[in-house]
Protein backbone atom coordinates (compact mmCIF):
# COMPACT_ATOMS: atom_id res chain seq x y z
CA UNK A 1 0.00 0.00 0.00
CA UNK A 2 1.65 3.54 -1.15
CA UNK A 3 1.42 6.12 1.53
CA UNK A 4 1.79 10.01 1.70
CA UNK A 5 1.83 10.94 5.47
CA UNK A 6 1.24 14.87 5.83
CA UNK A 7 1.03 16.28 9.52
CA UNK A 8 -2.79 17.26 9.67
CA UNK A 9 -1.71 20.69 11.49
CA UNK A 10 -2.95 23.11 12.36
CA UNK A 11 0.00 25.17 11.52
CA UNK A 12 -0.32 28.47 12.40
CA UNK A 13 2.63 31.15 11.35
CA UNK A 14 2.47 35.10 11.65
CA UNK A 15 1.76 36.69 8.40
CA UNK A 16 5.09 37.71 7.12
CA UNK A 17 7.04 34.20 8.15
CA UNK A 18 8.08 31.11 6.64
CA UNK A 19 5.94 28.29 6.48
CA UNK A 20 7.17 24.98 6.25
CA UNK A 21 4.71 21.91 5.40
CA UNK A 22 6.77 18.64 4.73
CA UNK A 23 5.17 15.50 3.81
CA UNK A 24 6.95 11.69 3.58
CA UNK A 25 5.70 8.90 1.24
CA UNK A 26 6.57 5.15 1.08
CA UNK A 27 7.10 3.76 -2.50
CA UNK A 28 10.98 4.29 -3.29
CA UNK A 29 9.79 3.65 -7.43
CA UNK A 30 8.05 7.50 -6.73
CA UNK A 31 9.20 9.95 -8.95
CA UNK A 32 6.51 13.08 -9.55
CA UNK A 33 5.81 14.71 -6.69
CA UNK A 34 3.07 18.06 -6.32
CA UNK A 35 1.63 20.21 -4.10
CA UNK A 36 -2.05 21.29 -4.14
CA UNK A 37 -3.75 24.11 -2.25
CA UNK A 38 -7.44 23.43 -1.35
CA UNK A 39 -9.30 26.33 0.06
CA UNK A 40 -12.06 25.39 1.98
CA UNK A 41 -14.98 23.93 -0.27
CA UNK A 42 -13.09 24.23 -3.28
CA UNK A 43 -11.32 21.60 -5.55
CA UNK A 44 -7.08 21.60 -5.30
CA UNK A 45 -5.05 23.78 -7.19
CA UNK A 46 -1.82 22.73 -8.45
CA UNK A 47 1.05 25.02 -6.99
CA UNK A 48 4.15 23.71 -7.48
CA UNK A 49 5.64 20.06 -9.13
CA UNK A 50 9.27 19.09 -8.48
CA UNK A 51 10.76 15.83 -10.44
CA UNK A 52 14.21 16.12 -9.45
CA UNK A 53 16.23 16.28 -6.09
CA UNK A 54 17.10 19.79 -4.77
CA UNK A 55 15.55 22.98 -4.57
CA UNK A 56 12.72 24.39 -7.21
CA UNK A 57 11.74 28.09 -6.61
CA UNK A 58 8.27 29.65 -8.12
CA UNK A 59 7.70 32.76 -6.56
CA UNK A 60 7.25 32.58 -2.61
CA UNK A 61 6.79 28.87 -3.40
CA UNK A 62 9.82 26.48 -2.75
CA UNK A 63 9.64 23.20 -3.39
CA UNK A 64 12.27 20.85 -1.80
CA UNK A 65 12.80 16.98 -2.89
CA UNK A 66 15.05 14.40 -1.10
CA UNK A 67 14.21 10.98 -2.72
CA UNK A 68 16.84 9.17 -0.39
CA UNK A 69 15.12 10.27 2.85
CA UNK A 70 11.51 10.30 0.57
CA UNK A 71 10.68 13.59 1.67
CA UNK A 72 9.18 16.30 -0.33
CA UNK A 73 8.77 19.87 1.39
CA UNK A 74 7.04 23.15 0.40
CA UNK A 75 8.39 26.28 1.99
CA UNK A 76 6.06 29.85 1.47
CA UNK A 77 8.23 32.74 2.27
CA UNK A 78 6.32 35.80 3.34
CA UNK A 79 3.24 33.96 4.39
CA UNK A 80 -0.10 35.99 3.61
CA UNK A 81 -3.25 35.32 5.13
CA UNK A 82 -4.18 34.55 1.43
CA UNK A 83 -2.16 31.60 1.97
CA UNK A 84 -4.34 29.88 5.02
CA UNK A 85 -5.37 26.83 3.19
CA UNK A 86 -5.00 23.39 3.36
CA UNK A 87 -1.92 21.88 1.16
CA UNK A 88 -1.77 18.79 -0.38
CA UNK A 89 0.86 16.38 -1.44
CA UNK A 90 0.70 13.77 -4.02
CA UNK A 91 3.02 11.45 -5.33
CA UNK A 92 3.11 9.74 -8.32
CA UNK A 93 4.82 7.11 -10.93
CA UNK A 94 7.41 7.66 -13.28
CA UNK A 95 6.28 11.09 -15.41
CA UNK A 96 5.87 8.96 -18.58
CA UNK A 97 2.82 6.69 -17.18
CA UNK A 98 0.02 5.91 -15.50
CA UNK A 99 0.38 9.44 -13.65
CA UNK A 100 -2.01 7.99 -10.92
CA UNK A 101 -1.32 10.26 -7.88
CA UNK A 102 -1.59 9.29 -4.30
CA UNK A 103 -2.62 12.15 -1.90
CA UNK A 104 -1.70 13.04 1.31
CA UNK A 105 -4.59 14.00 3.74
CA UNK A 106 -3.36 17.16 3.66
CA UNK A 107 -1.73 20.11 6.43
CA UNK A 108 -4.13 22.82 7.21
CA UNK A 109 -1.80 26.25 6.99
CA UNK A 110 -3.26 29.11 9.05
CA UNK A 111 -1.57 32.59 8.22
CA UNK A 112 -2.75 35.01 11.19
CA UNK A 113 -2.33 38.53 11.20
CA UNK B 1 -5.73 27.55 -19.19
CA UNK B 2 -6.84 23.85 -18.71
CA UNK B 3 -10.22 23.70 -18.04
CA UNK B 4 -12.43 20.88 -15.88
CA UNK B 5 -16.00 21.46 -15.60
CA UNK B 6 -18.49 19.02 -13.85
CA UNK B 7 -22.52 18.57 -14.53
CA UNK B 8 -23.28 19.71 -10.93
CA UNK B 9 -21.78 21.57 -7.99
CA UNK B 10 -24.60 20.24 -5.18
CA UNK B 11 -26.55 16.89 -5.50
CA UNK B 12 -29.18 15.80 -3.90
CA UNK B 13 -30.43 11.93 -4.27
CA UNK B 14 -32.10 9.29 -2.60
CA UNK B 15 -31.04 5.73 -1.57
CA UNK B 16 -30.95 3.51 -4.18
CA UNK B 17 -31.45 6.19 -7.66
CA UNK B 18 -28.66 5.47 -10.27
CA UNK B 19 -26.64 8.75 -10.07
CA UNK B 20 -24.48 10.19 -12.98
CA UNK B 21 -21.92 12.32 -12.32
CA UNK B 22 -20.17 14.06 -16.12
CA UNK B 23 -16.90 15.44 -16.19
CA UNK B 24 -15.67 17.22 -19.52
CA UNK B 25 -12.17 18.78 -20.40
CA UNK B 26 -10.88 21.17 -23.34
CA UNK B 27 -6.98 19.82 -23.02
CA UNK B 28 -7.04 17.01 -24.88
CA UNK B 29 -6.08 15.04 -21.87
CA UNK B 30 -5.65 11.06 -22.23
CA UNK B 31 -5.97 10.33 -18.77
CA UNK B 32 -9.14 11.13 -16.60
CA UNK B 33 -9.81 10.71 -13.09
CA UNK B 34 -12.29 9.90 -10.42
CA UNK B 35 -11.75 10.77 -6.81
CA UNK B 36 -14.23 11.11 -3.45
CA UNK B 37 -12.70 13.89 -0.54
CA UNK B 38 -13.69 12.92 2.81
CA UNK B 39 -13.14 14.23 5.91
CA UNK B 40 -9.78 12.65 7.45
CA UNK B 41 -9.07 10.30 4.17
CA UNK B 42 -8.23 12.45 1.91
CA UNK B 43 -8.40 12.31 -1.60
CA UNK B 44 -8.81 8.63 -3.08
CA UNK B 45 -9.28 7.80 -6.49
CA UNK B 46 -11.81 5.89 -8.00
CA UNK B 47 -11.99 4.73 -11.39
CA UNK B 48 -9.22 6.24 -13.79
CA UNK B 49 -8.98 6.34 -17.57
CA UNK B 50 -6.32 6.64 -19.75
CA UNK B 51 -7.64 6.40 -23.18
CA UNK B 52 -11.25 6.16 -24.68
CA UNK B 53 -13.16 3.07 -23.73
CA UNK B 54 -10.55 2.36 -21.28
CA UNK B 55 -10.80 2.12 -17.77
CA UNK B 56 -8.85 0.72 -14.61
CA UNK B 57 -10.14 0.83 -10.76
CA UNK B 58 -8.43 3.01 -8.12
CA UNK B 59 -8.25 2.13 -4.74
CA UNK B 60 -12.15 2.40 -3.88
CA UNK B 61 -13.81 0.94 -6.87
CA UNK B 62 -16.99 -0.85 -5.13
CA UNK B 63 -20.14 0.47 -6.01
CA UNK B 64 -19.26 2.60 -8.91
CA UNK B 65 -18.75 2.15 -12.77
CA UNK B 66 -17.68 4.94 -15.07
CA UNK B 67 -17.81 5.36 -19.21
CA UNK B 68 -15.71 7.21 -21.55
CA UNK B 69 -17.36 7.14 -25.03
CA UNK B 70 -15.64 10.20 -25.71
CA UNK B 71 -11.66 12.06 -25.02
CA UNK B 72 -13.49 14.70 -23.55
CA UNK B 73 -15.88 13.18 -20.89
CA UNK B 74 -15.53 10.92 -18.56
CA UNK B 75 -18.69 9.75 -16.29
CA UNK B 76 -19.14 8.00 -13.04
CA UNK B 77 -22.06 6.34 -12.35
CA UNK B 78 -23.60 5.03 -8.88
CA UNK B 79 -25.88 2.30 -9.83
CA UNK B 80 -27.75 2.69 -6.45
CA UNK B 81 -27.03 5.43 -4.65
CA UNK B 82 -26.05 4.48 -1.10
CA UNK B 83 -26.10 6.85 2.02
CA UNK B 84 -22.19 6.21 2.76
CA UNK B 85 -21.29 7.24 -0.93
CA UNK B 86 -22.75 10.94 0.29
CA UNK B 87 -19.09 12.72 -0.09
CA UNK B 88 -17.58 15.27 -2.61
CA UNK B 89 -16.49 13.91 -6.14
CA UNK B 90 -13.49 15.59 -8.10
CA UNK B 91 -12.70 15.02 -11.18
CA UNK B 92 -9.24 15.79 -12.77
CA UNK B 93 -7.75 15.18 -16.15
CA UNK B 94 -3.77 15.10 -17.01
CA UNK B 95 -1.56 14.33 -19.81
CA UNK B 96 -0.23 10.66 -20.17
CA UNK B 97 3.89 11.76 -21.07
CA UNK B 98 5.84 14.46 -20.97
CA UNK B 99 6.89 16.92 -18.32
CA UNK B 100 3.45 18.33 -17.57
CA UNK B 101 1.30 15.23 -16.40
CA UNK B 102 -0.43 16.76 -13.66
CA UNK B 103 -3.93 16.55 -13.10
CA UNK B 104 -6.17 19.67 -13.15
CA UNK B 105 -9.23 19.26 -11.13
CA UNK B 106 -12.78 20.42 -11.57
CA UNK B 107 -14.66 22.47 -9.40
CA UNK B 108 -16.13 19.09 -7.53
CA UNK B 109 -19.41 17.73 -6.93
CA UNK B 110 -21.00 17.46 -3.21
CA UNK B 111 -23.34 14.88 -3.44
CA UNK B 112 -25.87 14.11 -0.26
CA UNK B 113 -27.05 10.65 -0.49
CA UNK B 114 -30.60 10.53 1.67
Not at chain 2, 32 to 42: A, I, K, N, S, T
Not at chain 2, 64 to 87: C, D, G, H, M, P
Request: glycine share 10%.
Amino acid sequence: QKEVEQNSGPLSVPEGAIASLNCTYSDRGSQSFFWYRQYSGKSPELIMFIYSNGDKEDGRFTAQLNKASQYVSLLIRDSQPSDSATYLCAVGGAPGGGNKLTFGTGTQLKVEL
Amino acid sequence: DVKVTQSSRYLVKRTGEKVFLECVQDMDHENMFWYRQDPGLGLRLIYFSYDVKMKEKGDIPEGYSVSREKKERFSLILESASTNQTSMYLCASSYHRGPNVMPYFGPGTRLTVT
